[in-house]
């Protein structure tokens, strides 16, 4: 609870007009685009500048008020969620591209830039900036920062983290940091801005960033390889990379989820084949001419029924925009939809997709997988009904043997979405009692109150929600 | 001073032979390769597994004893110097290559590795590891991830931060905990892989690291740009990268370094040029010549006096060992070689080159630059005489200078080398109060009792050794 007192000083801070605390503006922000995840907030505050920021941190850490810094809320485990009431942080107001240094290949942004404006701007003159989650539409940088957000051309290019260069961040005791600089090269002292980066607004408001470019790949090629046989499709992805070909993008998707897409799109997707791989080149055109060349052998080689070119950059697009639809598709077949993001070492992929079937099967549930496949990095998804106790019983139990059968293939419990509260009762699974200890201490040195994002990342109990036997 | 008690616990974990307490032992190990250094250790002990590594670190937490984790001490920060005794630890008999996983591109090593022996390894098979750290012939891994060594590739490779995808560390307080995995994407939590690295011993000891590899490139090729105007050779950097080409590597060397590194080589080197630029690029072969063709013209407009292709991988080669040998040339001059990596936005490199020389000409001390211009990581050194008190305030004054001059260009006062004690007076520039108060705030939660290579990156007292106005 806000009091009237305090209320009156973080309107001081940003004016009447942008501090909200109406029911309809606390409803608009109780939740994310995690499903069966929801808590009003008490009051929304949307800053103009750091300074403000920094006034608001000091003051939420003087009265123990929690704050959850969001973007457009698109993460998919509950990280926005303000799950113990407090201040909703929004960056409307700062959301503006400061610069784009051609010379030095940076652009520097505030934190409220949706991703595609800022891939659009840097594009215009022939830079790239490789990150693309699949929301990159209406994501947010500093949202994909927080979450350290992968996406499509991850193999290839990396992840958000690998772009960031340097950070202004508002510590929990109002302390403005500036990290790292417009260097290749930096070791003046720890790694701040990559402890950041992936913080999930546990350790610091992020409120400026410097990210780095890349120059724009001189074309591209798009091919989709046909599949009667799962297994000879995930085989397909680790022959590639082992004949030393990094493609941009390697995505896998499944049957039941090509249907979903294709009835979606409506793109002329195959709906007849086991599973598919979306694959990319770019780069020069004689190098990318030549790996896809060797990429379709491989398919060929592992049983591919078809591999198809796309013929013009509009089929290559549409394909493209077809993967990253893939949840909104899924989204319509039920009231709920949970895509999750086991990832598991490539070489693992083929053992992790039979892997997921089989638990399906057992927990009779459906479950359709698609994924970055070349970075390991799957998304089973189940569409379900959140009021069908005994269904949403079995989808839990079923992705917590996903969970503990990818770490058991040397993965992880989550490849890009982050932990947030949603898979914070599982992170102990993958760190062991000492790597959650190591975590929890830098916690709560940087937020011994606790106000940054509470129950994020690290669960109020360590305690699994559904007991398995592993 | 460890007690006779302890040092029979210290012998019982590692056995008489692997705890060495002789004062020849102890003085081989009271330096690194950072003038000016000296402290003697109080032993020296060398365990053969992570769990003599946990046992080791358990007694030193209870009984305050400091551990300083050494490599090969090629480090320039007096990173590894043990200032305040105690403990040297050496991985010595934890230098196993464990695996190189073909199939995931990694491999996994022990700390005590020597760099060339992986790069060779991993090479033989068609695969790369690009950090290369002039030291790399006798360097560590174990040290270049505590140092986040970097290299000649860096500029289009990265650094050691960027290769690292999982770490065992054993926290002060004697936990083992595993970081990451064989994963292109993991957000399991912050991202303690890379709080370690770079973190130069004093969080952790570092037991095993597993790292990225990338395909070896098809072919590579490396020429020599002259120059007459040194602010020309520095435009010509920044006129390549933002021509949209980033070459492999791009080192700048003066003339007074010219000389002495030919006088050390004799490869036939120009000396009477004023600079010179040392270009590689490497990639499919097609690329490779377009980009050689284009940085040539881009060098040519800027007024090189020519360009030298190199006409053999042999002569390349002894052009690339020349320029790594700059320090061992520049070492040969005078008793004492003070090196520095002061590191700047590429676009600054000409303004900073100049300012190097200008303030070398006001403190009277001369000054041989070079170091990877297409990072902005300079290394101007000096060759003197520690025994020369005048001459050294002169070139602590010059050092001084160049750092606030670096940082005045939006750089930083270290880019490859690391803080350690050296530098540990002037991380404040950088960070300001509240950054250095950031990094406190984590040292102090993992390493309470200030055990872990006391003395690096924090400086005991923050007061700089010369007052230089600004």
Redesign the interface.
């Known amino acids: 609870m806000i009091s009237t007192s305090l209320k009156k000083q973080f309107i001081e801070v940003v004016g009447e007009d942008h501090y909200r605390d109406s029911s309809a503006e606390r409803l608009v922000y109780s939740y994310d685009a995690t499903p069966n995840f929801q808590s009003m907030p008490d009051a929304v505050i949307v800053p103009r500048t750091t300074q403000e920021v920094s006034e608001i941190v000091k003051l939420c850490n003087e009265h123990r008020v929690p704050i959850v810094p969001r973007g457009s809320g698109t993460n998919l485990c509950a990280g926005t969620c303000p799950t113990e009431g407090g201040l909703v942080l929004l960056f409307t107001h700062m959301n503006r591209i400061l610069e784009v240094?051609?010379?030095?290949?940076t652009v520097t942004v505030q934190p409220g830039v949706v991703t595609l404006d800022l891939i659009n701007e840097v594009e215009a003159r022939?830079l790239f900036y490789p990150p693309d989650p699949s929301s990159m539409k209406i994501s947010t940088i500093g949202g994909n920062i927080n979450?350290?957000s992968?996406g499509l051309r991850?193999?290839k290019y990396g992840?958000t983290?690998?772009y960031v260069l340097a950070l202004e961040a508002v510590?929990p005791n109002g302390?403005?940091?500036?990290?790292g600089?417009?260097?290749?090269?930096?070791?003046?002292?720890?790694?701040?801005t990559?402890?950041f980066?992936?913080?999930e607004g546990t350790?610091c408001v992020i409120t400026e960033a410097t990210l780095k470019l890349?120059?724009?790949p001189e074309t591209k090629q798009t091919m989709l390889a046909l599949y009667q046989d799962i297994e000879a499709a995930a085989k397909s992805v680790?022959n590639i990379?082992?004949n030393?070909?990094?493609p941009a993008t390697l995505e896998f998707l499944d049957q039941p989820t090509l249907e979903v897409v294709e009835d979606f799109a409506k793109i002329g997707l195959p709906t007849d084949v086991k599973a598919v791989l979306l694959i990319e080149q770019d780069?020069?055109r004689?190098?990318v001419e030549?790996d896809m060349k060797r990429m379709e052998e491989v398919c060929l080689e592992n049983q591919a029924v078809s591999v198809q070119l796309a013929a013009t950059e509009v089929e290559a697009e549409a394909l493209r925009t077809a993967r990253r639809s893939a949840l909104s598709a899924l989204a319509r077949l039920k009231p709920t939809t949970i895509l999750e993001d086991a990832?598991?070492?490539?070489?693992e992929i083929a053992k992790m997709v039979k892997a997921i079937n089989e638990i399906a099967e057992r927990h009779d549930v459906k479950i359709c997988t698609f994924g970055?496949a070349?970075?390991?990095?799957l998304h089973p998804t189940v569409a379900t009904d959140a009021r069908d106790h005994d269904e949403m019983e079995r989808v839990e139990a079923a992705f917590e043997e996903i969970f503990a059968h990818a770490i058991e293939l040397?993965?992880?419990?989550?490849?890009?979405?982050?932990?947030g509260m949603m898979?914070a009762p599982y992170?102990e699974w993958?760190?062991?009692p000492?790597?959650?200890?190591?975590?929890k201490?830098?916690k709560?040195?940087?937020d011994p109150n606790n106000i940054m994002n509470p129950n994020k990342?690290f669960a109020k109990e360590s305690r699994k929600r559904v007991v398995i036997s592993r």
């Open positions: 240094d051609e010379e030095n290949l022939g979450e350290n992968g991850g193999l992840v983290r690998d510590l302390d403005i940091v500036r990290t600089g417009k260097l290749a090269k930096d070791v003046a002292g720890y790694d701040l990559r402890l980066v992936g913080s350790l890349v120059p724009m680790s990379i082992s030393r070909i990094i780069g020069p004689e190098v030549r990832t598991v070492p490539r070489s970055h070349g970075d390991g990095n040397g993965g992880t419990i989550t490849g890009e979405h982050g932990v898979k992170l993958k760190l062991g000492e790597g959650i200890g190591a975590m201490m830098i709560q040195s940087f990342v």
